[in-house]
């Protein structure tokens, strides 16, 4: 075993105005580990990172390297002391091309020649099984692909310990085993990886030991192989399971009880083949496929989110015109978009205003809600949804990713629309808000409210769905329903006649 | 209620620290220099009317154009992520346009003078629009499209009153380039608070002001929310354009007349920087009003202070540039997270125990 100690935390305390984000935290990687840091919504695993990475500093603690005390002043210094992390969220300029990303800031003659960086990135490229050129613009590249650059620089940078925050959340299976393989990899070469996922299974299939974080305090540190899943839940929720076993049997769903709500025929995007999609009053239907097959892109067809082509649309059996979104919004639809950063939150706004902006916007320009009516509408749903936020007047780019979430959600339950479209509602968060979600879907159905919802997760979809449209290629390839909702029929429909 | 007073404390102090700092410092220093600097008397002009007078009176007032015009800058800069670079070429347009449509009547009248005025701000919103529809649906960057406007603006006003540089006699144009009978505050300064009222109903009446901080912001976002983010652009620099007649008139009716070449010169790199001292972010989205006019005066109270001085008008550029380098270097995020995190230690060191200072 090489348990020799890499890195070790303790101690650590960490607090923002008005909340207490790490409290005696402790955490050791040991060289030649895939250790999983694990955690609720909220947990502290992003700010226990941020310290390691140096971008925040921690009020108390201690931090040690190869036995060596140290301190993290920046992003910089972390990298000096052999610390690299890829984000969540891409970090890496997407107008650069992808050997200017993999170089940028760090190698320290300007003077070296273009080429060489490219032929260098190339080579790196190639050893890693990236399928990207050097000289390709970052942003060309799918999000997959950008993600796994911003791994190959880390792996570049001789890095000592690997931090991976969620990045899975935007790769598809095969480039997840790409991935994985890699990670053994750099593990059997000493490296010590620091891997942040909300996917269960990933974390039993590559890591050596668990650390789980619960409400900014360390709960414990266990070997993978004895910690078994359901304990890990528990652990990481501080609650019994009960909750999730009795979602997972939602076997009496009824499929198509009420009347038709939305219908579309021959609908097109500049982003979309022409297809036909219906939905039922109180139906959840989900949209799956793998990535770039044209799941999200159907939905923003629908809500009128990218310029809409051809296709007749009808709500109610009366025939509507939506061609962008204010009109989708009139019409009674909602839209919680894919990219939470990039196409959901207003990040400089406080969570009142980002909580009371679509309705703003149907009341029109001359219809401003009041501060007090804003105010009772931000504090019902900062209740309703228990979102964690110091006050309604926060800034919501200061919450977590899953209290990001439900203020987009708060945002649009708040229109009270009759059809809520959630694309990848629960990426990256946590396992309890990922329930409450997925609850929150079936509640909303039993309202009457016909939800389209889309995850990357099969499981979550077969357990909230009574249908599920299958797309390849941007092709509707199938609909799933009844006996046919399984994990099996779906993989075998997504992979159809190839193979 | 007493939350939101102190919710409004914390938030409404927090953007607006460094200007009302600024005024505070500016007042101090002028108060040592000359105890006397901000005494105000009443006088007589040359209508006979009592009138108020004094350094404050002056800056005050010559602040006028320009914290219109800042209103409206904010406005744009929060929207666009960028500024209008025009509105001084745009000012002698409008100028030009009132004082165009005021020479063809044959005797002045409140309703002539309100009629020139609402010419001069159709010409000042059309321009705005050209700008905006340049910027929103065309996607040039604001200072980029502006430049078209700014290099051939004062050639446009040149040609409106066929290169003559006309004066205005009018005892209601002077009125209200200086003091209407019977109100010892100049008229200028009556103008930008009704401006400025104006501008607070617009955002109590509208839900302009969370549209325009979305849009600037978050751009994807806000349109994925329902809102004509082209539209809320461009009625940012429609609205600009209002505030852009409105000074130039204020401009032409100081003087008497229109000169396309001087009429509020420069004032466009000033009113961006009235934005900025404000507090205000130049690259967009959240913003306050109020800061803009309060840099607006930060700026002409510093002017008047150097021309106290006896500083050359020539010098003192260079002195207002040091002292707006230093100002916005002091707002600047990074000086304020260091002084945040110096203020925290401090607190922290206080509350540890006193031997920490020898370790």
Redesign the interface.
């Known amino acids: 075993m090489q348990d020799e100690c890499l890195l070790k935390l303790r101690g650590i305390e960490k607090s923002f105005p008005g909340v207490r984000a790490l409290h005696n935290v402790d955490f050791t990687l040991r060289k030649g580990e895939i250790h999983a840091l694990m955690g609720e919504n909220g947990a502290g695993k992003s700010t226990l990172i941020k310290i390691l990475t140096g971008v925040y500093q921690m009020d108390a603690g201690s931090i040690t390297i190869e036995g060596e005390s140290v301190n993290i002043h920046s992003p910089q210094d972390a990298q000096n002391k052999g610390i690299s992390t890829v984000y969540q969220e891409i970090t890496l300029c997407p107008n650069l091309t992808v050997a200017e990303n993999m170089y940028i800031g760090r190698e320290k003659s300007s003077w070296v020649k273009q080429k060489e960086y490219e032929t260098k990135a190339d080579e790196i490229l190639k050893s890693l099984g990236i399928p990207a050129r050097s000289s390709q613009q970052l942003g060309s590249c799918s999000l997959a692909v950008q993600q796994m650059v911003a791994i190959a620089r880390a792996v570049d940078m001789n890095c000592k310990v690997l931090i991976l925050d969620e990045p899975t959340s935007s790769l598809d299976d095969k480039e997840v085993n790409m991935l994985f393989s890699l990670m053994r990899d750099l593990k059997s070469k000493g490296v010590g990886i620091i891997f942040v996922t909300h996917f269960l299974e990933q974390v039993y299939e590559v890591s050596d030991r668990i650390t789980v974080l619960r409400n900014g305090e360390f709960v414990g540190e266990y070997l993978t192989k004895e910690l078994p899943q359901v304990q890990l839940v528990a652990k990481m929720m501080g609650k019994e399971l009960d909750e999730l076993n009795s979602l997972s049997d939602a076997e009496d769903r009824e499929e198509g009880v009420g009347e038709v709500l939305y219908e579309a025929e021959g609908l097109s995007s500049t982003e979309t083949n022409p297809f036909d999609f219906k939905i039922r009053r109180g139906e959840v239907n989900g949209f799956t496929g793998l990535l770039g097959s044209g799941r999200s892109e159907s939905v923003r067809a629908i809500f009128g989110a990218d310029k809409v082509n051809s296709g007749k649309v009808k709500i109610n059996g009366k025939p509507v015109k939506i061609t962008k979104p204010i009109d989708a919004m009139k019409n009674g639809i909602g839209y919680l978009a894919e990219d939470r950063k990039r196409d959901g939150i207003i990040p400089d706004l406080s969570v009142r205003e980002n909580i009371i902006l679509a309705l703003q916007v149907m009341n029109g320009f001359f219809k401003p809600i009041s501060r007090s009516e804003s105010e009772a509408f931000a504090d019902e749903y900062i209740k309703a949804l228990n979102i964690k936020t110091a006050s309604a007047e926060t800034p919501v780019g200061s919450l977590s990713g899953g209290n990001q979430q439900k203020v987009i959600l708060a945002r649009w339950l708040l229109t009270h629309p009759d059809y809520l479209i959630l694309d990848e509602p629960t990426r990256g968060i946590d396992v309890g808000t990922k329930l409450e979600i997925q609850k929150l879907v079936l509640k909303l159905a039993k309202e009457d409210v016909s939800v389209t919802f889309i995850s990357s997760e099969v499981e979550e979809m077969l357990r909230t769905c009574s249908r599920l449209i299958v797309m390849r290629d941007r092709h509707i390839v199938g609909e799933l329903k009844g006996a046919d909702l399984n994990q099996a029929q779906v993989m075998k429909t997504i992979a159809g006649g190839e193979a | 209620m007493k939350e939101n007073k102190k919710?409004f404390l914390k938030?409404g102090l927090g953007q607006l620290t460094i200007p009302v700092i600024a005024v505070a410092l500016l007042v101090i220093f002028n108060l040592i220099r000359d105890p006397g600097f901000f005494s105000i008397s009443i006088t007589h002009n040359n209508y006979g009317n009592a009138v108020l007078a004094g350094n404050l009176i002056s800056i005050i007032n010559g602040a006028s154009e320009l914290a219109i015009l800042a209103i409206g800058m904010t406005l744009v800069t929060a929207a666009t992520k960028g500024q209008d670079i025009s509105v001084g070429a745009a000012a002698a347009i409008a100028g030009s346009v009132f004082v165009k449509v005021l020479k063809s009547a044959s005797s002045i009248s409140v309703g002539t003078v309100i009629l020139a005025f609402l010419c001069a701000a159709v010409v000042a919103m059309l321009f705005g629009a050209f700008n905006g529809t340049l910027v929103a649906v065309f996607g040039i960057q604001p200072m980029i499209a502006t430049l078209i406007l700014y290099t051939c603006g004062r050639s446009i006003a040149y040609w409106i009153n066929g290169g003559a540089t006309p004066t205005v006699e009018s005892p209601i144009i002077s009125a209200i380039g200086s003091f209407a009978p019977g109100i010892p505050i100049p008229m200028p300064v009556i103008i930008v608070i009704v401006v400025t009222i104006l501008f607070k109903l617009l955002f109590?009446?509208?839900?302009?002001e969370?549209?325009t901080?979305?849009v600037g912001?978050?751009q994807?976002?806000?349109?994925?929310?329902?809102?004509?983010t082209t539209f809320i652009k461009l009625l940012s620099f429609i609205l600009l354009g209002v505030c852009v007649a409105v000074s130039g008139c204020i401009g032409v009716s100081r003087l008497g007349l229109i000169n396309h070449e001087t009429l509020l010169l420069d004032v466009e790199m000033d009113a961006i920087l009235a934005v900025a001292i404000g507090g205000n972010s130049l690259g967009g989205?959240?913003f306050k009003i109020s800061g803009s006019i309060i840099g607006a005066y930060v700026i002409q109270m510093l002017t008047i202070t150097l021309y106290a001085m006896k500083v050359s008008s020539t010098d003192v550029k260079a002195y207002k540039a040091i002292v707006i380098v230093l100002l916005v270097v002091i707002g600047s995020p990074v000086v304020k997270q260091r002084f945040q995190k110096f203020m925290g230690n401090l607190k922290k060191g206080k509350s540890e125990t006193k031997g920490v200072e020898g370790a």
């Open positions: 919710r938030g109590h009446f509208t839900s302009l969370i549209l901080q979305s912001i978050n994807s976002a806000a349109r994925l929310n329902g809102i004509n989205g959240k």
